[in-house]
T-cell receptor, first 112, second 111 residues
């Protein structure tokens, strides 16, 4: 089975800190995605990547950036964390555009 | 983006089939119909997806209407572990094959 691993299950950071959320997949998938999930707002797409060193903005990219230097790793960066970025962050990967996604277990980030 | 409409919630009894409807009247020819589910405190889990023909896998069956404007996810024998939020999502050229999650259907399974 494809495994998508997110480096931390829970994370607490201070306002203004630079935060890195790491995601690694082990099945050579081309596509990777970052979502955040908030009560009442559902899952929203932040950034995605269809190839190494390629990135595209999703629906809510403001305050975030991403890095994909290697095919298996897709990092989400909060340049200066703010309290409104407290959320559950979910990473996903898929082998191609017409295939299903595999999600990680999520990182619950709290910014204080 | 083509939208989907699902009931907010459904209840089922354990070991009985569950039929989850999804309406997508504005579906385009390249749109795949995806179903995911999310258990409490977990990431979404892929269930099944299809384009035109009905699909079966070990988890569920997907029945797609002939005009593709609606579909039904079928869980053949519900168990307590099937209690989750189920999302019906369209993905195709019109939205760059991305997944956009709505509110989904909350399925409750009674023992």
């Amino acid at each position: 089975d494809v495994k998508v691993t997110q480096s931390s299950r829970y994370l607490v950071k201070r306002t203004g800190e630079k935060v890195f959320l790491e995601c690694v997949q082990d099945m050579d998938h081309e596509n990777m995605f970052w979502y955040r999930q908030d009560p009442g707002l559902g899952l929203r797409l932040i950034y995605f990547s269809y190839d190494v060193k390629m990135k595209e903005k999703g629906d809510i990219p403001e305050g975030y950036s991403v890095s994909r230097e290697k095919k298996e790793r897709f990092s989400l960066i909060l340049e200066s964390a703010s309290t409104n970025q407290t959320s559950m962050y979910l990473c996903a990967s898929s082998p191609g555009q017409t295939y299903g996604y595999t999600f990680g277990s999520g990182t619950r980030l709290t910014v204080v | 983006d083509a939208k989907t409409t699902q009931p907010n919630s459904m209840e089922s009894n354990e070991e009985e089939p569950v039929h989850l409807p999804c309406n997508h009247s504005t579906i385009s020819g390249t749109d795949y119909i995806h179903w995911y589910r999310q258990l409490p405190s977990q990431g979404p889990e892929y269930v099944i997806h299809g384009l035109t023909s009905n699909v079966n896998n070990r988890m569920a069956s997907l029945a797609i209407a002939e005009d593709r404007k609606s579909s039904t996810l079928i869980l053949h024998r519900a168990t307590l572990r099937d209690a989750a939020v189920y999302y019906c999502i369209l993905s195709g050229m019109s939205n760059d094959y991305k997944l956009s999650f709505g509110a989904g259907t909350t399925v409750t399974v009674r023992a």
